[in-house]
């Protein structure tokens, strides 16, 4: 599931949490799904636990997934929902962005060439 780029700029537990959160969205990772441990995904990815315990300790501070004492962490059953909510949010964020483009001189037809090229792209 979780893929490590050590190159990135982003930090590894900013990956785990992004790939999280994308296999979230797509529904890879349904609500009440297990999460691999700490302690075997360190392994898997050769990467040092505490990262680990970081991404999934903010993960739950965003209500994403929870643990169970004994049993491990799972998904939170209204993950998806709680993403879409948090991601609709940026809404603004486009809007200042597009703004400032305009101002910058670029097309309308370029913009929505841009959102139309994001929303088929197969890639996801």
Known sequence: ???????????????????????????EYGGGKLLPS???L???LSVNPNTLQKA????ERRGLCHSVP????????DAAEKLRGMKRG????VERLVRELR????????????????YHDERK
Do not use: C, H, W
């Open 56 to 59: 999934y300790t903010e993960l």
């Open 42 to 44: 360190a392994v898997k």
């Open 1 to 27: 599931m979780f893929n490590i780029d050590k190159m990135s700029r982003t930090p590894i537990y900013g990956q785990i949490i992004e790939q999280f959160e994308r296999a979230v969205i797509t529904g």
């Open 103 to 118: 101002l910058s001189g670029i097309s309308e037809d370029e913009m929505i060439a841009v959102v139309l090229n994001v």
């Open 70 to 77: 004994g049993s491990g962490r799972f998904v939170s059953p």
């Open 90 to 93: 940026l809404i603004s964020d």
């Open 38 to 40: 700490v302690r075997e």
